[in-house]
């Protein structure tokens, strides 16, 4: 059994008293009792225990201070202690399961599922570390104090990171960087976010983390002086005026200095926002706007403000909940000074984040958390088959700053800074995404790509034909308009694969040849496909000879060898009765020459675009485009039927074809824009056009031959200039 030492049980006990205390002053529906029960079967598993305590920060003193940070840092109630508790005591081989069920309250419950839920997750050695944060967010989704507890064990770990050797310490703070701190900064724990990145900086690149550290303690009587001399005529005049209030000067985080050391490519000494001003009032509820606008005023008849840098977090808080006022102005000897302006309740958000909101449960800041959650879980929830592809989109939106704009009747859509009309209209619906052809932003027409900007005013244009496309991902930045793309993508896969299937069946109807599953599992084979799916989707999209096919099932080929196909068992150019009768424009493989290739029909590449060779049974070399919707398949794969291509320089004559869609105003419109661009650019050909009209909006499929991608950009450019022009993109197959 595991011994605890007087002097450690000593600590125990006082720490134990200090968080029956602190949680007395939170509201919460759990009473003491339980608290008491839960701890009562922790220290008795503590007991039984053998070996657990004896790695770094596993021990009842680090549960007790973990609670502690839940509960005074974060401001966690007796409910999560509780569950705490309880989840601890099952590490350490406690069954608990019945009597957590029968004994304790259903939210108490949840929560010591939910940190059990985790735990198993993070022993699964066969999952990826990104399966493994998505389950997590999944959990944090049903009850977010889970993720708050975890964020307390994380930061009490850290804490503890001197006693962890070397690997672990890289684990830790690898972590940290990765998810943890930027959660608490979605989540609005910013003190906990500044000490987890601190801390990871000092364990990753400690030379960095103590050189800044040391010249900010060198520099710390020198601050200090400034601030006294710049607060002092503030402090002046707001007791003058009657306020009640408390000054403080915060010196920014070591990370975020050498942040923006690196950032703007300076030294220590350039940075010249090192600490920041705050003034936190004490103020009643309705007077908060009130009073803060009115010391901003104060402030800022003082020192001459920055226009650019007034950040208003009062009359729209964040998503998270953080208000505050923030400028910045000219203090003494010309330097430039951050200055946050807030009430003693929204520093305690700031500071306690969305645990704060149980606390104050008014105002807009606790509906935005809400409002996130619930994205949150209608992302996790939507089957997702890539979880690295998650893990990054998610993580891009926690760290977002944000943009406010409106609907037509009005109502305010909270987006991250760069979100495109495309990410609005998403957020709308997703129908309603998948069908944008473009928006009218404050009465002016717009396309899908155009980025939108505080205070705008959007209306989507929607077309019953418009289809997402993989392009669509290089200008979205919501984590559900990321989503959304890629599954309405995946299922045209689906699409393809059921239209291959008809392909196949009518064409053995046709050879008299039966339809079963023996006959695919053959050509599966053949063909080295790993999926039915993959099969019919390289006969839906022409990658298959239809007649080679025919030729190995009636038994009029040879089986083809078994061997791994490369570049060398081709064909040459010379030999094939396919060769192309102009020069050869694409260099394959460079040990080999001559080869017979085709340009693939499903993305249509053209001279400049990044492709690959994909090595077919029958046609020789297929050129893909790198971002071919079947280019992540193919190379997954069959990555041994992969070859390397670029293009080498071709003679002006040869002209690549390409279809774009044009949407505009009406017929007229889209007609003349492009015979305008012809009309300046007459190396442009057209094979034809065709046009439809969608809510009054014109739409024209155009099928061009052009010399290379620098051409076609340059049309698509002199397109998107012209009036009446909405939208104007390539479209991957030709129409």
Request: hydrophobic letters at 35%.
């Amino acid at each position: 059994m595991m011994k605890v030492s007087a002097e450690e049980n000593e600590q125990i006990q006082k720490l134990y008293s200090v968080l029956i205390n602190d949680v007395e002053r939170i509201r919460s529906g759990v009473s003491n009792t339980e608290v008491e029960r839960a701890y009562h079967y922790l220290v008795e598993s503590e007991e039984k225990t053998e070996t657990a305590n004896h790695r770094p920060g596993n021990s009842l003193l680090t549960c007790m201070r973990t609670a502690l940070v839940g509960v005074n840092e974060i401001g966690l109630g007796r409910t999560s202690v509780a569950g705490y508790f309880l989840y601890q005591a099952k590490r350490r081989g406690s069954d608990l399961d019945n009597r957590v069920h029968s004994e304790f309250n259903p939210d108490v419950c949840l929560i010591y599922e939910g940190l059990v839920k985790i735990d198993t997750i993070n022993e699964e050695t066969t999952s990826t570390q990104a399966e493994n944060f998505r389950s997590l967010l999944l959990n944090m989704a049903k009850d977010v104090r889970v993720i708050l507890i975890r964020l307390a064990e994380q930061t009490e770990l850290m804490r503890q990171m001197h006693e962890f050797d070397p690997r672990e310490q890289l684990r830790i703070a690898s972590e940290a960087t990765f998810l943890y701190a930027p959660l608490a900064h979605r989540l609005g724990l910013y003190l906990i976010k500044s000490e987890m990145e601190d801390l990871s900086l000092k364990f990753t690149d400690r030379e960095t983390y103590t050189r800044i550290a040391r010249k900010l303690d060198e520099t710390v009587r020198a601050r200090t002086k400034f601030i006294r001399e710049f607060t002092t005529p503030i402090q002046k005049v707001l007791e003058e005026q009657g306020f009640q209030f408390e000054i403080k000067g915060r010196p920014k985080s070591i990370h975020s200095i050498w942040n923006k050391m690196k950032k703007k490519e300076v030294e220590f000494e350039d940075i010249y926002d090192l600490f920041a001003i705050r003034i936190i009032l004490e103020s009643e509820l309705k007077n908060e706007k009130a009073d803060c606008w009115q010391v901003y005023s104060a402030v800022t008849d003082i020192y001459q403000p920055n226009p650019r840098r007034m950040r208003d977090w009062i009359s729209v808080p964040k998503t998270n909940g953080y208000e505050s006022l923030h400028t910045t102005v000219i203090g003494p000897g010309g330097k430039w000074v951050e200055v946050q302006i807030r009430t003693r309740r929204m520093n305690e958000i700031a500071e306690k984040g969305v645990a704060a909101h149980w606390k104050y449960k008014e105002g807009e800041g606790e509906r935005g958390i809400d409002g996130w959650l619930a994205a949150v879980r209608e992302i996790l929830e939507t089957p997702e088959s890539d979880a690295d592809n998650f893990i990054d989109d998610f993580k891009l939106s926690l760290y977002s700053k944000e943009i406010f704009v409106f609907t037509p009747k009005g109502d305010l859509r909270k987006f991250p800074k760069d979100a495109s009309v495309l990410d609005f209209a998403y957020d709308i619906h997703t129908d309603v995404g998948a069908t944008c052809i473009g928006a009218r932003v404050n009465g002016k027409s717009v396309p899908i790509r155009y980025v939108l900007q505080n205070g705008d005013k959007v209306e989507v244009i929607t077309s019953k034909n418009q289809k997402p496309s993989l392009d669509w991902l290089n200008f979205v930045v919501t984590s559900k308009a990321q989503k959304k793309i890629r599954q309405k993508v995946d299922e045209e896969l689906v699409k393809e694969a059921d239209g291959g299937k008809e392909i196949i069946q009518r064409r053995l109807k046709n050879w008299k040849i039966e339809y079963n599953d023996e006959v695919i599992r053959r050509l599966l084979k053949e063909y080295k496909f790993a999926t039915a799916k993959d099969f019919y989707c390289q006969v839906y999209n022409e990658s298959i000879d239809l007649a080679a096919i025919k030729d190995f099932l009636t038994g009029e080929a040879p089986a083809l060898d078994e061997t791994v196909l490369s570049a060398e068992h081709l064909t040459t150019k010379k030999e094939s009765q396919h060769a192309k009768k102009s020069d050869d424009y694409l260099v394959i493989d460079e040990k080999v020459s001559n080869v017979d290739y085709r340009l693939a029909k499903c993305c249509t590449p053209i001279m400049g675009d990044r492709v690959f060779g994909f090595v077919t049974i029958n046609e020789g070399i297929k050129i893909h485009r790198v971002n071919c919707p079947n280019a992540a398949q193919l190379i997954g794969k069959y990555g041994y039927r992969v070859v390397s291509a670029k293009w080498s320089r071709t003679d002006s004559d040869t002209v690549f074809p390409v279809t774009i869609q044009v949407s505009g105003e009406d017929h007229a419109t889209i007609l003349k824009g492009v015979s305008d661009a012809i009309a300046k650019d007459l190396k442009v050909n057209i094979g034809s056009i065709s046009m439809q009209t969608e809510q009054g909006i014109g739409i024209g499929i155009v099928n061009l031959k052009v010399r290379d991608l620098q051409h076609l950009e340059s049309l698509l450019a002199r397109l998107n200039q012209m009036k009446g022009i909405y939208s104007v993109s390539r479209m991957e197959k030709m129409g």
